[in-house]
């Protein structure tokens, strides 16, 4: 158990204190990353320090990522705070000082920031836990980028251990403007549904493309096809989204393959729209198969639900955030057709998932995903700003 001395500082000024750290831990987690469930060294740093702040860990059921917990001094609710913490298979391509050593690994979508950003909210809160209602769980998730690891740590029996009453949690995003929160509630982030493809026919001589059988060809002509699979299917005017990520096929270039494999994700917002889309992609095997000769055969692989904002929870979470910024930068934002396995939580806990803008001020951001990545750290303060003040709040019962 935690308790923290009695001091004038508030929970913000600890988290105005503690940024240069934020910022520190956020370029060392940056320049060792690691992939989804291999994510040791990072395990290790964030345990070690909330050891170090006397936080009571408690059983993580994944080999990675970790769980710890502080108690306020007064009655009131169990806040669970999420940070993702894996990286991607991505070749970083940026001249930072502090970037990848990893060769083919790098955080191209900022789990390093919310990582650094829920220890300087643990430190804030361990600082002045004596002051602070109910109860605060620090939950450290691997292989979001895998869409698993909320479900592995939720079917190992994470939430068994505490009763959460509400779910917090945060995403840097460098298109969005610096310093200011998204945040809406309902629908705020499209189900991702993993696709499998796979291709089969006689193979032949690179000669006679014309022959039936030609996966190749099948295989292009299937992945122009999957935009179709959502025409027309969006959610308050943000369309849906179907592509492919992985393509796999031949071994020689006169070769035509008797097998080749497309992987990809299929996003919508509702479940009428993603049984729509997915009869579609059958179709669409079935169309493709018949015009070269090939079987097409699809198989649904991993999954995450939409995630779905508690409308009290957004509105507890809104007003924190427009006392600790100013409302002039807090927005209403649109669902967003990218997906985060938060929802997991969300789906059992109600809470809130919010979005902080990181664009760099020169331009130089580069898209999530993309070896270009990168943010302006100047928005980890309203990140931790946001997240331990939204927390507070939604213990308190507000």
Do not use: W
Request: glycine fraction near 10%; include cysteine.
């Amino acid at each position: 158990m935690v308790r923290g001395t009695m001091t004038p500082a508030t929970v913000r000024d600890v988290v105005e204190e503690c940024l240069p750290e934020i910022v520190e831990v956020r370029r060392i987690l940056h320049a060792h990353p690691e992939l989804s469930f291999e994510e040791r060294e990072t395990t290790g740093l964030i345990r070690d320090r909330l050891r170090t702040l006397g936080a009571d860990e408690l059983r993580c059921p994944t080999e990675t990522g970790a769980v710890f917990s502080i108690d306020g001094g007064t009655p009131g609710r169990t806040v669970l705070l999420r940070a993702d913490i894996d990286a991607l298979p991505v070749h970083e391509q940026t001249d930072l000082p502090f970037r990848s050593r990893i060769d083919g690994v790098m955080h191209a979508c900022g789990h390093d920031a919310h990582t650094a950003v829920l220890l300087g909210v643990a430190r804030a809160i361990a600082a002045r836990s004596a002051a602070l209602p109910g109860r605060y769980v620090f939950l450290f998730q691997p292989a979001e980028e895998q869409l698993s690891g909320a479900r592995a740590m939720i079917e190992g029996g994470v939430l068994d251990a505490f009763r959460a009453e509400r779910v917090i949690g945060c995403h840097i995003a460098s298109s969005l403007p610096s310093g200011r929160v998204f945040l809406r509630p309902g629908i705020a982030l499209a189900d991702a549904q993993g696709l499998r493809f796979e291709l089969r026919g006689a193979g032949g001589h690179g000669a006679f493309p014309g022959q039936p059988g030609n996966v190749i060809a099948a295989l292009a002509e299937l992945i122009r096809g999957l935009p179709s699979a959502v025409h027309g299917l969006e959610h308050e005017g943000v369309p849906c989204a179907c592509s492919a990520g992985v393509v796999r096929g031949g071994t020689a270039l006169n070769v035509l393959p008797s097998s080749a494999l497309v992987e990809g994700t299929l996003r919508t917002f509702t479940e009428p729209q993603k049984r729509e889309a997915v009869d579609r992609l059958h179709d669409l095997c079935r169309q493709v198969g018949t015009r070269f000769g090939v079987a097409a055969h699809l198989t649904l692989t991993v999954h995450a639900p939409p995630v779905v904002n508690d409308a009290a929870a957004s509105e507890v979470v809104r007003a924190a955030a427009e006392r600790s910024l100013g409302a002039d930068l807090v927005v209403r934002s649109p669902p967003f057709p990218p997906s985060d396995d938060v929802s997991e939580f969300l789906d059992r806990v109600p809470g809130v998932y919010f979005f902080v803008g990181a664009a760099r001020h020169d331009g130089a951001s580069g898209m999530h995903h993309s070896p270009t990545f990168d943010i302006e750290e100047e928005a980890l303060r309203a990140a931790a700003l946001v997240m331990a003040d939204g927390a507070v709040a939604l213990a308190t019962g507000a």
